[in-house]
DNA sequence: CAAGATTGATTAAACGATTAATCTCTGGCG
DNA sequence: CGCCAGAGATTAATCGTTTAATCAATCTTG
């Protein structure tokens, strides 16, 4: 591998006037500048950044620690973190906590141990880490102290609810699955919110089958709605329902949450709210760049809207039902 | 941040000797070892990687590069690998290669620069890398040329296949999303080679919801079963049987491939075929590992069975098809 | 034309570790 | 007593870069 000292000796001058033609620092002839280049580009010269993280005290790599990823949302966070790094020469290295919140701080100390300038850390459930050792951003809790970047879960509750609200169902059922969940409880305040003058509400929670025992009846009772916190959640349901007889959206609306790949698949597709992960991605790196570089902070909190995406699993609230209600 | 000096001048003593205690070479009293290693920890002392990268000329980081991830297995895939590298203290860089093979070789690029040791690649759709600058491994994609380790995709189709044609189903549709994936063609290989006692195998082609006009007519002219080549297929295929009023298993099984979450979210659940990541990614790392330190390969291509998960999505073969079959 | 400003380059230290080579003892042995 | 071996430590180079300090030469200016 060619390195500095290489050009510097081809070209009979000094490092020193190598590494101030390259970076463009310091005071260099236009013409050595462009004699050094030219030799570099020859040699296929790529400056190597361990020698540069060593001097500068700065690696250039951002460490990202993600929870057990069965979510299949964190992915499509990665992504465009790594996108946006990317334009910002700077580097991802990952780590994963394992779903515990031990782990999480194992994990966090091989990041800081590897030299990474920051952390965005999008946290275990129901955990906040606390304050580390290096500049750290939190990713996607709403309701976790400072320093955070996240979607805005309570008003993604609230747009959905108000578009089946705005279908005319007073009657819903909210169907959650963890209640542990910061995420969870956040977008069903936000669905409560946008519900305040439905006239039945009932919130279930549950997983994997569990907690939809409640489902069935709740509807032969006059509900014309269900809404779930998650787009998976939104499959099992659907699945419950049919196997009721119950058609969606004939009989009753449905409405997930995420936009995961599985909405679209889904027969009637989903609707749902989407998160804008290339924003929340963007300003994450953004937040972090300008704690590490010790700028001034303009807004600690940072949120981004939710977009709802409708599709055809949500309909205008049944005739029968609506006399039922009207009894 | 203690370093090594400090921790020399502490205990007046050269920095060399403190290296020899706590890396354990050279020769040092057993008495000075002890000293040492009781300032450290004091000081809480943690080794610069960037230093000893620099002087040792291997960063202990390992680049992955990962296709435009809407397949929800790589998640996966990362997440082992990462676990996989923490045990044996190796980083994990991650890049994306955004859909074509043009973002995919710049994404090497800024890998290698950043210095990594090795690199995992899981390969765009279609595409091999071709040699690289530093050891390489490719994963997932058994047709590729050697270094590779991956899935046995074949084996994966011909096991779900096998239990298909054990049901007694003799007229099966096979649906596949994209013929440009090499993975895809292997599966259906596979399938076709489990299916040889089949009396009628159709081979169907397309994803989203298009390719679909072909399904419902196959099955009236006595298919009893649908094989897919991902999960997500299989549950566009079953939303588009309920809605043709064919119930899965009672009037046709369906099977998908991977063994994603949404495959317990669905009603029934699927039968599917799972990849056994976890082994994938500790032998990816292995094969990197011994490329890296320049050992002998004992092999160099690397299959991982897949194993079959039977969940009740199939059934035996109805008996009026049965009768239909045996005019 | 002498003093000071400016330009273009060099020197050398620094970042944090590893390691080959060297040095100084002490003890053993003939 | 003299010599050698080996233990236990030090010295100094090295990895690849950046950068403050310095120096020499040229240019400006009163």
Redesign the interface.
């Known amino acids: 591998m060619a390195n500095i000292k290489q050009i510097a000796t081809d070209m009979g001058v000094s490092v020193a006037t190598v590494s101030n033609a390259l970076t463009g620092k310091g005071r260099v002839s236009m013409d050595m500048v462009e004699r050094i280049r030219k030799r570099a580009d020859e040699l296929g010269y ?1 400056p ?4 540069r ?2 001097r500068g005290g700065r ?1 250039g ?1 951002l460490g ?1 620690v ?1 929870p ?3 979510n ?1 949302l ?3 966070i ?2 465009h973190l ?2 946006v790094a ?1 334009s910002r020469h700077l ?6 906590s ?1 779903g515990n919140s031990d782990e999480q701080s194992q ?1 966090i100390d ?2 800081v ?3 990474v300038d920051g952390l965005l850390i999008v946290p275990q459930k129901g955990t906040s880490p606390g304050p580390q050792r290096v500049p750290t951003v939190i990713i996607n809790t709403a309701s976790d102290p400072d320093n955070t970047v996240s979607a805005d879960h309570v008003g993604g509750g609230n747009l959905i609810a108000t578009h089946i609200a705005g279908l005319g169902h007073r009657s819903v059922v909210i169907f959650g699955g963890d209640p542990v969940s910061e995420v969870q409880r956040d977008r069903i305040d936000g669905m409560l919110a946008g519900l305040k003058n439905a006239e039945e509400i009932q919130v279930l929670w549950g997983n ?1 089958g569990e907690g939809l025992g409640g489902l069935i009846p709740a509807i032969h009772k006059g509900a014309t709605a269900v809404m779930t916190t998650s787009d ?2 939104a ?2 349901v659907h ?2 329902l ?2 009721a007889g119950l058609s969606v959206p004939g009989d009753v609306s449905l409405t997930g949450f995420d936009d995961l ?2 909405a ?5 597709m989903l609707t749902t709210v989407a998160q804008n992960v290339a924003q929340i991605a963007e300003r994450a790196i953004d937040q972090l760049s300008r704690k590490i570089s010790g700028e001034p902070m303009p807004d600690t909190r940072v949120t981004v809207p939710m977009q709802l995406v409708a599709r055809h699993s949500t309909a205008n609230q049944k005739q029968i039902t609506n006399l039922e209600v009207s009894q």
Chains 1, 2 share one sequence.
């Not at 190597?48 to 020698?51: A, R």
């Not at 580097?91 to 994963?96: Q, S």
């Open positions: 790529r190597s950044l361990v020698g993280a060593l690696t790599i990202l993600m057990d990823l069965t299949p964190f992915p499509r990665a992504q790594s996108l990317d580097g991802i290295l990952i780590a994963d394992r994990a091989r990041l141990d590897r030299g994997e998976l959640l499959l099992t699945s419950h049919a196997r790949p599985l679209t698949a889904m027969h009637p």
